[in-house]
Each structure stands twice: as structure tokens, then as C-alpha cells.
């Protein structure tokens, strides 16, 4: 590979600014034309975005950690959160209604498997286990079967919100494929793309810069079936001896193991279940956006007796329902993970912290990701909301738009942690091959070293009253922090949206071959 950027010289920062430039759609030239209809149509797009996703609270909203600890140590672990806290948390999120619905629920098909889990091994699973299971059981895992996005969904993210983000990460691998010294075929892989928004908006937005757009083959990762078929939707795939034949697809006649064509940009588009299983030995860009809040993590508290792990049970005596109890010495995990976790903290850190949570599927991956992109070449972007620091007692749970317990009615709701922003750079420097790990910044610096302002500028200058209401709701909530600046003294602030600009964070893994990505100078 040509190694043309391992410094960013002067020249190449002006050729990095110009091609910001062009990709916002401000450059002077004899495509203005064809740049203000493709404005307009991507702007029809965030309007109905904005439809659908209204002012829904995002994840990265960290709610208050009431979690109780009870003082008894009756049995050999300690119980953490009883029932009757649960009821009270949920009182307070959903109203009195839902007391009595949530007694009165039946139990679910995946109450029933972790319970049937606890009873196998005999006693509590970790909470790492418990995520997993909710979240991807093949069954009944949160994401397995079905929609959770938008507004009619669970939870919305930043693709949903704005064109212009999906738009600013296209910008970003478009730069450092020019970094890269535009080799001519790249794997572009997104790590679990939900419904396949900002992959879709990537490859529009990129797709007139044809020198870069022609190296593209997409991998998606993603582990969820009924995912899998709406990102065909999305990217308008068909598979290869039809996307000459048809315009409109139809996803149903797409088989989902076969390669498919994304009619957007004429990419060669193909799923896998983990990364591990993208082919090597190609240069390699990939996108993680909140993803890693999703990967499972360990949760361990100091106590009197050393630090223990927390452990999901089966509540004792109300005939459903979990609980969290702690181990009463050291596990497995605390003797692995957190071991090499507080290796990695300062000591002011460590002697501070009373509850740590550790995410061993983010190192893992980690690894396999800072191998990859340095001995392949490329890089990787992660945007996530998390910390650059340990992360405490983070783990949160989101129902339709709202927090809700983590025990309560496993399945039915995401669940999600901090990212421990910190660890992920660790894990990076530990595999040295080649490749470092830059930030994380803020996605309100990130965004705006991508020219997010220009590329509304462009928008807008085609939009209507509306649209440009739309547009400029996505801009604020992207780059914006706290409630929003016009919110008027009668607005309920819980219902108002919060900005995202600095809960969100960046972070990139590089190959050393390309010097510093755009965006982390
Ligand atoms: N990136 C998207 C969706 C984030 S939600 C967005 O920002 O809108 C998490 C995504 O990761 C979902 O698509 C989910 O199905 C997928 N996912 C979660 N755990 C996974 C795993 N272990 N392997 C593969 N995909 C996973």
C-alpha cells in the first residue's frame, strides 16, 4: 500500500479540506445543479426523519443510578434490588397504571429461559450472561425478531435523526481512504447497523465521488434475522443477476446469505454474523456506531469482603421476577477482566471507584479490530456514548422511549452500558500491530471537523419553511448539548430532546500507515 500518508503534510490537509468541502456540497463547479437536486431529495428524507423520530429521548441519556443495596447477609449472596424497588422505579417512569400491569403480566417466553438458565447452573448467572441472552438470544433477544428503532420503535440514534450524520461518516471514510492512498478495493464493514440508515445515507452521499464510492464492498455484521431484511430494504438490494432487471425490489425474493447489489450506489453488499468471519487481506474501513454499548458487560462493587461481582437471581417468594445479588468472593470474571482493568486505572481512579463494569466482547474486539486495520490497512471509527475513563454502574434499560428497570420483563426492552472509551484505547496500545487509537472526542468537534455546518448550509438552501425546521432540529440534537436553547418556560423539560454533541463520542483505530484521521488532529 502506498504510504503516501503517513504524516498529513500541508498539502494533504488542504486536499483532506477540499474534499470536506466537496462532499458538503459547497464546491464551485458545473455540478451545482445536480448537487441541489441530490440536496433536495436527501432533504424530503429528513423531514420525514424528523417525522417519525419527533423529539424521542436517545440512549446516551444516562439515568439516575437509584439502585439499592440491602445491609442483610442472610444468604451466600446479598441482594441487591428487590422487587419492591423495581415496582418503585417503575412507578415513577410509567405511571400508577403500569404497577398493576407489570404484576399482572404473564411471564415471557425469555423470563422463563433465564430462569430455566439459573436453575441449570444452580445458582446466579453474571449480568454479562444476562445481557446477552436479552439482547441476542436466536429466540426471543431483543433485537432477533423484530424492529426496535424510531419512533415507533424502543429507542432512536443518529441516523434516524439526520441524514447529515450517516452523510459527516461518509466524509470521514472518504478522507481516510484518501489517507489510506485510495487503494482500489476496500472492505467497508459497519459492526450491527440496525436498520441500515447510515450505511444508506453513507453510500448516497458518497456515491457521485465515484473513484472512492467503486472500491466499496459492504459488509454488514449484524446477528438479528428481521434486521438483516429491513438493511435489504434500506440499501435497496437486489441480488446481483437482478440489479440490472428492477428498480424497485423486493426484499422478500432477496435471499439473505446470497451477495446482493445496493441499488444506491452499486456496492456489492454481504452479511456476516462477527467480524471475524469478513474476509482478510483487503484494506478494511470500519464503522461501529453504538454498537459496543450493546456487547455485555461484567459489573463488579467494592465491599468489605474485596470486590465481588453482581449477579442476576430469580426473586425469591413473588413467583416472578429477577433480582441482584452479589457473589460472596471473588469469580471468574473479577479474577480475569477486572484484574486487568484496574491494571490500566490510575491510582486516584481506583482508590474512588466502588462499582466498575468491564466489557470483555469490547476488548475482544478491539484486538481483532486494531489487527486487522494494521496489518490490512484502514481504520475504524467508534461513536458511541460512554467515558474516557472506568465506568461505573452505567447499564441502563430503554422501553419505548423511556428508562425501565433492568430485570423487569427481560426481552422487552434494550439494554445498554457506557463505553469505557478508555479501556477500548488500552486494548489497542496492548496489541501493538501497527495501528493506534485516536481520542475520543466529542461528536459536536468530530461532526464539525467534517463540515457538518457547511452540509447544512447546502440543505438548506433548497429546503422549505418546514424542511428547513427539520433539518435544523437534526443539526442542534447531533451537535447540541443540554435541553434545547428555545425551549419555553411552559415546555415540560423531561419530554424535550437533549442535545448529543458532547455525550457522544468518537474514537478511532488507524493503521499507523495513515497518520492521524480527519477529525482527531
Ligand atoms: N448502528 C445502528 C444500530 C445500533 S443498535 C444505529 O446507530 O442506528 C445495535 C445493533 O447491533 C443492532 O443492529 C443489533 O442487532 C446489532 N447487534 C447487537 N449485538 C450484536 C452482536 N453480538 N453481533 C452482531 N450484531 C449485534
Avoid at 503517513?6 to 458545473?30: C, D, E, F, K, Y
Avoid at 443477476?241 to 423486493?250: N, P
Avoid at 479501556?423 to 461528536?443: L, M, N, R, T
Avoid at 448550509?457 to 434545547?484: C, H
Wanted: charged fraction near 20%.
Amino acid at each position: 500500500m502506498v504510504q503516501a500518508g503517513l504524516v498529513l503534510t500541508v498539502h494533504g490537509a488542504q486536499a483532506l479540506q477540499g474534499l470536506i468541502r466537496a462532499a458538503n456540497g459547497l464546491s464551485v463547479s458545473s455540478q451545482s445543479h445536480s448537487q441541489s437536486s441530490s440536496a433536495l431529495e436527501m432533504e424530503t428524507e429528513a423531514e420525514q426523519r424528523m417525522k417519525r423520530t419527533q423529539v424521542l429521548e436517545c440512549k446516551g441519556e444516562r439515568q439516575a443510578n437509584d439502585i439499592k443495596i440491602a445491609d442483610g447477609k442472610k444468604k451466600s449472596s446479598e441482594i441487591l434490588e428487590s422487587e419492591a424497588a423495581m415496582m418503585d422505579q417503575v412507578k415513577r417512569v410509567r405511571g400508577v397504571e403500569a404497577e398493576a400491569s407489570f404484576a399482572k403480566a404473564e411471564e415471557s417466553a425469555m423470563a422463563k429461559h433465564i430462569k430455566s438458565l439459573i436453575q441449570f447452573r444452580g445458582g446466579p448467572i453474571t449480568v454479562a450472561e444476562y445481557m446477552e441472552e436479552v439482547l441476542t438470544n436466536p429466540i426471543a433477544g431483543f433485537y432477533m425478531n423484530r424492529d426496535v428503532f424510531g419512533a415507533a420503535g424502543e429507542f432512536v440514534t443518529s441516523p434516524d435523526i439526520s441524514q447529515m450524520f450517516g452523510e459527516m461518516v461518509g466524509v470521514w471514510c472518504m478522507c481516510l481512504w484518501h489517507q489510506m492512498g485510495q487503494p482500489n478495493h476496500v472492505h467497508l464493514v459497519e459492526l450491527g447497523p440496525g436498520r441500515g440508515t447510515l450505511m444508506a445515507d453513507l453510500l448516497r452521499g458518497t456515491a457521485k465521488f465515484t473513484d472512492f464510492s467503486q472500491t466499496l464492498s459492504v459488509h454488514m455484521v449484524e446477528c438479528s434475522p428481521a434486521l438483516k431484511s429491513i438493511q435489504q430494504e434500506t440499501l435497496k438490494c437486489c441480488p446481483k443477476d437482478q440489479a440490472d432487471s428492477t428498480s424497485a425490489v423486493d426484499s422478500q425474493k432477496c435471499k439473505p446469505t446470497e451477495d446482493q447489489i445496493s441499488q444506491i450506489s452499486g456496492a456489492v453488499v454481504s452479511w456476516h454474523l462477527d467480524l471475524e468471519h469478513v474476509p482478510r487481506g483487503v484494506p478494511t474501513i470500519i464503522i461501529a456506531h453504538e454498537f459496543y454499548d450493546a456487547l455485555p458487560i461484567h459489573q463488579f462493587q467494592r465491599t468489605p469482603r474485596g470486590w465481588c461481582e453482581k449477579l442476576v437471581d430469580v426473586a425469591e417468594g413473588s413467583g416472578q421476577g429477577f433480582r441482584f445479588v452479589l457473589s460472596p468472593g471473588p469469580t471468574t470474571a473479577s479474577s480475569l477482566y477486572l484484574a486487568k482493568r484496574m491494571k490500566w486505572a490510575s491510582l486516584e481512579e481506583k482508590a474512588k471507584i466502588e462499582h466498575v463494569e468491564v466489557c470483555p466482547s469490547a476488548l475482544k474486539l478491539t484486538a481483532e479490530i486494531a489487527r486487522r486495520v494494521g496489518e490490512d490497512g484502514g481504520g475504524a471509527l467508534v461513536v458511541d456514548y460512554g467515558e474516557d475513563v472506568m465506568v461505573s454502574d452505567s447499564l441502563q434499560a430503554i422501553r419505548k422511549h423511556e428508562f425501565v428497570k433492568v430485570l423487569q420483563d427481560p426481552g422487552s426492552a434494550d439494554l445498554s452500558a457506557y463505553v469505557d472509551f478508555a479501556a477500548i484505547k488500552h486494548a489497542v496500545e496492548d496489541e501493538a500491530v501497527g495501528s493506534s487509537a485516536f481520542g475520543p472526542v466529542c461528536q459536536s468537534q468530530f461532526l464539525g471537523a467534517l463540515g457538518i455546518n457547511f452540509r447544512l448550509e447546502a440543505l438548506l438552501q433548497n429546503a422549505t419553511e418546514e424542511q428547513a425546521e427539520a433539518l435544523q432540529l437534526g443539526y442542534w440534537r447531533l451537535v447540541g448539548d443540554g435541553p434545547p436553547p428555545w425551549l419555553d418556560k411552559d415546555d415540560d423539560p423531561k419530554t424535550a430532546p437533549t442535545g448529543m454533541g458532547s455525550r457522544y463520542k468518537a474514537l478511532a483505530i488507524v493503521s499507523d500507515a495513515c497518520g492521524v484521521p480527519i477529525g482527531f488532529q
